[in-house]
């Protein structure tokens, strides 16, 4: 027998080097050997090259959001090159491959002499030791790297700020599990299976057997007679020759036939064992047996945020430890992209941008830069719209601030300003003649609905003054806190929203069909059902009007003499809020309406009249600009006005303006 030496080692010793054990199967599985079965390495090769495909981006924390990083040290180290001879992509890919196979993923870290990253270098995992050293004292210790690397010469000790250390689910919190250690008999079991296909086809796809002779042979002839049958059949080219038995010799298989040992199944069922190990959805690994054209796109969404966002989480979560000092990880963070991998279908996609874009959180360019397309010309796409039924929800100032003196009623539009309706007067305003009629028609619809809403609302505030005045009371009375700001939430969002929408929603119905029949007659057109379109606009109306008195009276709890700031407040709202909503909508809703039938006819722009407000250096700004009936008279974030600005907090697709504000707007 040959003997094993550094030169010619047998396969046991390779093995034992090598790490790894032998499984039930009777196959050695180890980190390197585990890769030769495809399954597993097809999961692997996922999930790594996911991994690190996903942009990785060093980002600033802001007051309220967050921005690019890009002037620091970290940011081209993790999205392009971190070191001289690797992107970044090889690196996450190669520190992930190490963790999906050893349980560990260690890149080497390098800093210059102000402390700042410069290069990271993957190590061996196979060659890294953690070492941990407890102390007397609970909860200390010490933790050290003890890297050993007998190919180049290499042994250090290095300590945790050397080294980025990306791990997977551990028992110790210091190293995590070896896949291939805990799924080695399933893994034995899919390369068993391999290697008994692969003998079978060397067999010609039959089984082993015996030649029955009737007789008895001798030593020789019986060798003789078996290295001439394995020579005739043994392998692929050789199948299917026809075999010639002579004196009596018999051929009889043995074995079990690949059919009744299962054995497609068996490797089909360790295709789905490996996606079970590695948290994948089979179709991943290109097991497309159940995958169908309805679920593979939600299958591929839920691999994202399940199998794939927990390896996200840790790379960013290390990286934020180690990569970061302790007075940057309050400003600088890292994050991958994941946008890419979550888009849906492009109905889907379309449905979900039209959503995003109709309540008014994404603008026509950062659409298009979502679809990877220029923004639009002219800063046209940077124009946010909202729904006509959405205003900003006041602040606790103003609504504790009495509402301004009603603004003059307007002349009829006929009537010559200078008292002398014959005199060819050249100053006269032929905008004040056009579509006069239905402008005058929608005031006189607005303060019949206006002083119905004024009552209703009064009664809701008096109901409110009660409901809240006895809550109040049960906290004065020695009552809890918090048991207050609970029923208080629950008072408002459950009760009051819905007595508020019970209250509004036949006078808004009315109130919208009667303009809606005046403004379709300005431009001869039929009346649009707004039913849908009014139900939407009181319940957006109601919802901001809920978080805002909510949020104040939560906010008034919270002071020292609780009970009377309340009860004041409560009590400026019976005294003030109906008159102010009944204004504001006796303003906003005729408007709002007319917009939508108009746009509904056809009208591709509108025309911002001023008229109450004619004195206002803000309205008259406005006075006689022409939108498209899409486009905004004024965004928000802008200021406006003729001399004294005002900031918009708003956009203004229609008047009113501001409180007070009586403007108009008609068709262009």
């Given at each position: 027998?040959?003997?094993?030496?550094?030169?010619?080692?047998?396969?046991?010793v390779?093995?034992?080097?090598?790490?790894?054990?032998?499984?039930?199967?009777?196959?050695?599985?180890?980190?390197?050997?585990?890769?030769h079965y495809?399954?597993?390495?097809?999961?692997?090769?996922?999930?790594?090259?996911?991994?690190?495909?996903?942009?990785?981006?060093?980002?600033?924390?802001?007051?309220?959001?967050?921005?690019?990083?890009?002037?620091?040290?970290?940011?081209?180290l993790?999205?392009?090159?971190?070191?001289?001879?690797?992107?970044?992509?090889?690196?996450?890919?190669?520190?992930?491959?190490?963790?999906?196979?050893?349980?560990?993923?260690?890149?080497?870290?390098?800093?210059?002499?102000?402390?700042?990253?410069?290069?990271?270098?993957?190590?061996?995992?196979?060659?890294?030791?953690?070492?941990?050293?407890?102390?007397?004292?609970?909860?200390?210790?010490?933790?050290?790297?003890?890297?050993?690397?007998?190919?180049?010469?290499?042994?250090?000790?290095?300590?945790?700020?050397?080294?980025?250390?990306?791990?997977g689910?551990?028992?110790?919190?210091?190293?995590?599990?070896s896949?291939?250690?805990?799924?080695?008999?399933?893994?034995?079991?899919?390369?068993?299976?391999?290697?008994?296909?692969?003998?079978?086809?060397?067999?010609?796809?039959?089984?082993?057997?015996?030649?029955?002779?009737?007789?008895?042979?001798?030593?020789?002839?019986?060798?003789?007679?078996k290295?001439?049958?394995?020579?005739?059949?043994?392998?692929?080219?050789?199948?299917?020759?026809?075999?010639?038995?002579?004196?009596?010799?018999?051929?009889?298989?043995?074995?079990?036939p690949?059919?009744?040992?299962?054995?497609?199944?068996?490797?089909k069922?360790?295709?789905?064992?490996?996606a079970?190990?590695?948290?994948?959805?089979?179709?991943?690994?290109?097991?497309?047996?159940?995958?169908?054209?309805?679920?593979?796109?939600?299958?591929?969404?839920?691999?994202?945020?399940?199998?794939?966002?927990?390896?996200?989480?840790?790379?960013?979560?290390?990286?934020?430890?180690?990569?970061?000092?302790?007075?940057?990880?309050?400003?600088?963070?890292?994050?991958?992209?994941?946008?890419?991998?979550?888009?849906?279908?492009?109905?889907?996609?379309?449905?979900a941008?039209?959503?995003?874009?109709?309540?008014?959180?994404?603008?026509?360019?950062?659409?298009?830069?979502?679809?990877n397309?220029?923004?639009?010309?002219?800063?046209?796409?940077?124009?946010?719209?909202?729904?006509?039924?959405?205003?900003?929800?006041?602040?606790?100032?103003?609504?504790?601030?009495?509402?301004?003196?009603?603004?003059?009623?307007?002349?009829?539009?006929?009537?010559?300003?200078?008292?002398?309706?014959?005199?060819?007067?050249?100053?006269?305003?032929?905008?004040?003649l056009?579509?006069?009629?239905?402008?005058?028609?929608?005031?006189?619809?607005?303060?019949?609905?206006?002083?119905?809403?004024l009552?209703?609302?009064?009664?809701?505030?008096?109901?409110?003054?009660?409901?809240v005045?006895?809550l109040?009371?049960?906290?004065?009375?020695?009552?809890?806190?918090s048991?207050?700001?609970?029923?208080?939430?629950?008072?408002?969002?459950?009760?009051?929203?819905?007595?508020?929408i019970?209250?509004?929603?036949?006078?808004?119905?009315?109130?919208?069909?009667?303009?809606?029949?005046?403004?379709?007659?300005?431009?001869?057109?039929?009346?649009?059902?707004?039913?849908?379109?009014?139900?939407?606009?009181?319940?957006?109306?109601?919802?901001?009007?809920?978080?805002?008195?909510?949020?104040?009276?939560?906010?008034?709890?919270?002071?020292?003499?609780?009970?009377?700031?309340?009860?004041?407040?409560?009590?400026?709202?019976v005294?003030?809020?109906?008159?102010?909503?009944?204004?504001?909508?006796?303003?906003?809703?005729?408007?709002?309406?007319?917009?939508?039938?108009?746009?509904?006819?056809?009208?591709?722009?509108?025309?911002?009249?001023?008229?109450?407000?004619?004195?206002?250096?803000?309205?008259?700004?406005?006075?006689?600009?022409?939108?498209?009936i899409?486009?905004?008279?004024?965004?928000?974030g802008?200021?406006?006005?003729?001399?004294e600005?005002?900031?918009?907090?708003?956009?203004?697709?229609?008047?009113?303006?501001?409180?007070?504000?009586?403007?108009?707007?008609?068709?262009?």
């Amino acid at each position: 027998m040959p003997s094993s030496g550094p030169a010619t080692p047998e396969r046991w010793v390779e093995e034992w080097f090598s790490g790894g054990s032998a499984s039930s199967a009777g196959v050695w599985v180890s980190e390197e050997t585990a890769l030769h079965y495809a399954p597993y390495f097809a999961g692997v090769r996922v999930i790594a090259e996911d991994v690190a495909s996903l942009p990785l981006i060093t980002y600033e924390r802001l007051a309220r959001g967050k921005r690019r990083a890009s002037e620091h040290p970290l940011y081209p180290l993790l999205h392009d090159q971190p070191n001289p001879y690797m992107t970044s992509v090889g690196l996450r890919e190669t520190l992930q491959g190490h963790v999906i196979t050893w349980g560990d993923g260690y890149a080497y870290i390098i800093r210059n002499n102000a402390g700042d990253v410069v290069e990271l270098w993957p190590l061996r995992p196979d060659r890294m030791h953690p070492e941990f050293t407890p102390s007397d004292r609970p909860g200390k210790g010490k933790l050290m790297y003890r890297y050993d690397d007998p190919v180049n010469g290499i042994k250090a000790m290095l300590h945790p700020d050397e080294v980025l250390h990306i791990k997977g689910l551990g028992g110790d919190g210091i190293r995590g599990y070896s896949v291939i250690g805990m799924a080695r008999q399933s893994l034995g079991l899919g390369v068993a299976a391999e290697v008994f296909g692969a003998r079978l086809f060397s067999n010609g796809a039959r089984p082993g057997g015996v030649l029955k002779h009737p007789g008895r042979l001798s030593e020789g002839a019986s060798k003789r007679l078996k290295d001439d049958w394995e020579t005739m059949h043994r392998g692929l080219d050789q199948a299917h020759r026809v075999a010639i038995l002579e004196e009596g010799l018999e051929w009889q298989a043995l074995g079990i036939p690949p059919d009744d040992a299962q054995f497609l199944e068996t490797r089909k069922f360790q295709v789905t064992e490996m996606a079970r190990w590695l948290r994948l959805p089979p179709h991943k690994l290109a097991d497309l047996e159940r995958a169908t054209f309805s679920n593979i796109e939600h299958q591929a969404i839920d691999y994202v945020t399940s199998a794939l966002r927990i390896w996200l989480v840790r790379w960013e979560q290390a990286i934020g430890l180690r990569l970061l000092t302790d007075t940057e990880r309050p400003t600088y963070f890292a994050e991958h992209l994941v946008d890419a991998l979550l888009r849906g279908d492009t109905k889907s996609r379309y449905e979900a941008y039209a959503i995003a874009r109709n309540w008014g959180w994404a603008s026509a360019d950062d659409i298009r830069e979502l679809e990877n397309q220029n923004p639009l010309p002219d800063g046209r796409g940077e124009v946010y719209l909202v729904p006509l039924n959405m205003k900003p929800a006041p602040t606790p100032e103003e609504a504790a601030t009495p509402p301004p003196a009603p603004a003059p009623p307007a002349p009829e539009p006929d009537e010559d300003p200078d008292g002398d309706p014959d005199d060819g007067d050249p100053e006269e305003d032929p905008r004040r003649l056009r579509g006069a009629r239905g402008i005058e028609a929608r005031r006189e619809i607005a303060a019949v609905y206006a002083a119905r809403l004024l009552d209703v609302d009064r009664e809701l505030a008096e109901m409110e003054q009660t409901k809240v005045g006895a809550l109040v009371q049960a906290l004065a009375d020695g009552g809890s806190m918090s048991t207050f700001l609970a029923e208080l939430e629950e008072l408002y969002e459950g009760e009051i929203r819905q007595a508020t929408i019970d209250a509004w929603l036949p006078i808004f119905l009315e109130f919208a069909a009667a303009i809606a029949e005046d403004a379709a007659a300005d431009v001869g057109a039929e009346v649009p059902d707004l039913d849908t379109w009014v139900h939407a606009y009181v319940a957006s109306h109601v919802g901001y009007r809920i978080a805002s008195e909510l949020g104040q009276l939560t906010g008034l709890a919270g002071l020292a003499d609780a009970a009377a700031a309340l009860a004041e407040r409560l009590q400026a709202w019976v005294e003030g809020r109906p008159e102010r909503i009944a204004r504001w909508q006796a303003a906003q809703l005729p408007n709002a309406v007319a917009r939508e039938v108009w746009k509904v006819a056809g009208v591709t722009s509108l025309k911002w009249l001023t008229f109450g407000s004619d004195d206002c250096p803000f309205c008259s700004a406005l006075d006689g600009e022409v939108v498209g009936i899409d486009e905004a008279f004024a965004v928000a974030g802008s200021s406006l006005g003729l001399g004294e600005q005002m900031k918009i907090s708003r956009t203004v697709q229609h008047p009113p303006l501001h409180p007070g504000c009586d403007c108009q707007i008609q068709p262009a």
